[in-house]
Every structure is written in structure tokens, then in C-alpha cells.
């Protein structure tokens, strides 16, 4: 029965996560323009060169201190949550997350194999990728049935559904 009740919990938690690695995964190449197209490709060089000299361990500082000035950032939108200033609030905390994520991306595509030299690291990003897949092997079905709903088949809910809405585009157009 527990479990039961879990499955809800953790399909959303399996969401979420799948969620961050589509950011991740997405908003790495576009940082990686960005670099291309900025004068950053000679400071990717540049850090590449610091960090093949530094120990994994500093390596690891480099790779979390990235994450500090944009903290500021989250909480000034949480700020202007707390004053309802919504739109601002939402537009803050969205830029900070996909900044995050898209400098996160960068500069572990830096640092990466000098992270993984240390052993608990490599457990970690082996988990990591362990639970990415099966946070997909989860969703997948769900997303596999959303789509069947939404490209509908003639039959079923989602195509009496669009029906209904043809139905009721068309009368709301002859009313004009």
C-alpha cells in the first residue's frame, strides 16, 4: 500500500530530475556557442591549462565556485516572492537556474576528467547516470501515453476531444 502511495512521489522526483538533465544537456551546447562566439573559447583554454595543473581536489572548488555568485540572484528572487512581485520573481529565479546550469555545464565539460580521478566522485557521477536512466525508464511509459493521447487514433478520448474543440472553434468564428 506504500508503495502505492509513493509512485506519485516518485514519478514527480523521476520529472524533476529528468528535467535538470534536458537543461543540462541542452543548455550545454548553447554555452558552448556562447563560447565560440565570445572571446571565451581562449578562457575555456586558459582554464583547461589551470586545471590540468591543479590537484582533483582543488579541481573541485573550481568546479563549485561557479555556483556562489549566483545565490545572490536566488534570493533576490525569493525576495520578490516574499513582496508578490510575481512575474519578477519567476522571470529571476528562471534566469538563475538556467545560468546556473548552463555555467554548471561549462565548467564541468572543463573539469570533468580531473573529477573523476577521485574515486567517491566517480561513484557519484555513476550514480547519477544510473538514476538518469532510471528516472527515464519511469517517465517513459507516462510519456508514451501522453503522446498516443495527444496524436489520437480516431478513437478514444483525445480525438473526441479535438473534435469538441474543432466543433466549438468553428461556431465561435461563424458567430464573428
Known sequence: MLRRLLQPVWVLLAIIFLIEAWLWDHL?????????????????????????????????????VPIVPLFPLKLVGLWLLAHEYWTSAVFTILFAKLVGVGVTAFVFDVTRTKLLEMHWFERIYDLVLKVRARAAELVDPIKRRIRELIAGDGEGWSSRTLRLVLRFRKSVHQAR
Do not use: G, H, N, Y
Open 28 to 64: 550545454e551546447p548553447i554555452v558552448a556557442k556562447v563560447v565560440a562566439a565570445i572571446p571565451l573559447a581562449r578562457f575555456k583554454q586558459w582554464l583547461t591549462e589551470r586545471v590540468d595543473a591543479l590537484s582533483p581536489a582543488m579541481t573541485l572548488l573550481v568546479f563549485a
